[in-house]
């Protein structure tokens, strides 16, 4: 079993290298990455991305969407606070 950090070292890792993601795309898990609690989940507003990864609304927003397909980023848009999960946290 791996530590939080060892999760997240690991997570940051793989996102960096991916040729498959965007650069808007990587700014933006790695926000979310650099969120993380325990759980694996980011608790952020667009805003709050928007910041970490100094960009438009509409980039943002863009390159969410696209992670959601590409890598399966969870997305729970019921609250203003999105939650934001990686798929791969549970497998690691």
Excluded at 58 to 83: N, P, Q, W
């Amino acid at each position: 079993m791996l530590t939080f950090h060892e999760k997240r070292e690991h997570l940051l890792t793989v996102l960096i290298r991916a040729t498959s993601l965007s650069t808007a795309e990587k700014m933006v898990a790695l926000a979310l990455v650099f969120k993380l609690d325990s759980d694996g989940r980011s608790y952020l507003t667009l805003k709050d991305i928007c910041s970490l990864a100094s960009m438009t609304e509409k980039t943002a927003r863009g390159a969410v969407r696209r992670l959601e397909s590409k890598i399966g980023l969870e997305v729970d848009r019921s609250f203003k606070k999105y939650t934001y999960r990686f798929p791969q946290w549970r497998a690691l």
